[in-house]
């Protein structure tokens, strides 16, 4: 079966340090890659995804196909980027396959 | 602006009771999803659907069933709520694109959240 693997539940940094959330995923073909985000009392909103190629936020994810791999990165934490992230992969059965989630924590 | 509504931001139920919780999107979309979301287990899948009356089963569709009469509307039923049933429950819509794996290319838009306590 399809996963999406995101190794650590919680990442704490300080402001001002770089930030790398891992995922991981298992899928023969070419997926799509997305990451979203959850802000404290906000709904899950997209972040970024792999096809826009798109700097969102300071944040960026590169497709790595050998390490299936799409992980989240970010030169310098601000606080503003605490939150649940969810990494997720599409698949040939239609449904969009998520990652258990890395809580970020930028402390000040 | 897309915008997905969820009927209750909160609930609280007894065991056994029957549960609804709706969801309505504004914006056409064909496709909806009914996920719930638990610390440590991310987001599950328990149903979709691509049309009305239309419906599949997702990863964890036990104890759990959808109606789609209107294409802007989707519902969640709970036949007999269990305690094993509090959580986060998130509805979803998207755009369709050609073909059952294209559907899962384009980006999902979340309502909410409706917060299920069953007591």
């Known amino acids: 079966a399809q996963r999406v693997t995101q190794p650590e539940k919680l990442l704490s940094v300080f402001k001002g340090a770089p930030v790398e959330l891992k995922c991981n995923y298992s899928?023969?073909?070419?997926?799509?890659l997305f990451w979203y985000v959850q802000y404290s009392r906000q709904r899950l909103q997209l972040l970024l995804r792999?096809?826009s190629r798109e700097s969102i936020k300071g944040f960026t994810a590169d497709l790595n196909k050998g390490e299936t791999s799409f992980h989240l990165k970010k030169p310098f934490a601000q606080e503003e980027d605490s939150a649940m992230y969810y990494c997720?992969?599409?698949?040939?059965?239609?449904?969009?396959?998520f990652g258990q989630g890395t809580t970020l924590q930028v402390k000040p | 602006d897309v915008k997905v509504t969820q009927s209750s931001r909160y609930l609280v139920k007894r065991t056994g009771e029957k549960v609804f919780l709706e969801c309505v999107q504004d914006m056409d979309h064909e496709n909806m999803f009914w996920y719930r979301q638990d610390p440590g287990l991310g987001l599950r899948l328990i149903y979709f659907?691509?049309?009305?009356?239309?419906?599949e089963k997702g990863d964890i569709p036990e104890g759990y069933s959808v109606s789609r009469e209107k294409k802007e509307r989707f519902s969640l039923i709970l036949e007999s709520a269990s305690t094993n049933q509090t959580s986060m429950y998130l509805c979803a819509s998207s755009f369709p694109l050609p073909g059952l794996a294209a559907s899962s290319y384009n980006e999902q838009f979340f309502g909410p959240g409706t917060r299920l306590t069953v007591l």
């Open positions: 997720a992969s599409s698949s040939n059965t239609g449904k969009l396959i």
């Open positions: 659907s691509y049309d009305v009356k239309m419906k």
């Open positions: 792999h096809i």
């Open positions: 899928y023969s073909g070419s997926p799509e």
